[in-house]
């Protein structure tokens, strides 16, 4: 039976807030699995912003490579929102990983997590073609994950404006 939840959205959509806010909805232990990498001010600023959303009814983890190793330590009567996909692969990117063997791992370790689910990721194919080949990458790599994230599962909601749009199942 396929769990877990797909939230996807464009940067500054509300994608974040709104899984946090399904997360509380579960009314079960939450960990909150970070895969962001400070490496500016601007992002220094925005890992702070999310921090500070969440109180001591969080636990917060950081893994920017491999969530899947916490995922797979997870107990049935917890959820986990790992926030997010995008610099999850942007990680993998810059530390210029095997891609697919990196997606295929933190798939496997969605399967075997115990725990409800909660993917949040960035819907980048919106918008033009990008000039650069580094880009172009990250966007088919960011396009192919989210396919598979969507396949594995049982909720996909798009968040525009703040606003949840359910592309696939019923909300929980």
């Not at 819907?123 to 000039?131: A, D, M, R």
């Given at each position: 039976m396929k769990k877990g939840v797909l939230v996807l959205g464009g940067a500054a959509s509300g994608k974040s807030e709104w899984a946090e806010d399904l997360a509380e909805r579960f009314a079960l232990p939450t960990t909150y699995l970070a895969t962001g990498q400070a490496f500016d001010a601007e992002t220094e600023k925005r890992i702070a912003i999310h921090q500070r959303r969440r109180d001591d009814r969080w636990t917060t983890c950081e893994e920017p490579l491999h969530p899947e190793n916490i995922l797979r330590t997870l107990p049935t009567d917890q959820v986990v929102l790992i926030d997010c996909a995008t610099m999850w692969l942007n990680n993998h990117l810059m530390a210029d990983s095997d891609l697919d063997a990196a997606q295929t791992a933190l798939i496997v370790g969605l399967r075997e997590c115990a725990a409800q689910w909660i993917m949040v990721t960035n819907?980048?194919?919106?918008?033009?073609?990008?000039?650069?080949?580094l880009a172009r990458r990250f966007r088919e790599a960011q396009g192919r994950l989210n396919i598979a994230f969507a396949q594995e599962a049982a909720v996909v909601v798009q968040v525009i404006a703040g606003l949840p749009q359910v592309l696939k199942g019923d909300l929980p």
């Open positions: 819907e980048v194919g919106h918008g033009i073609v990008p000039q650069n080949a």
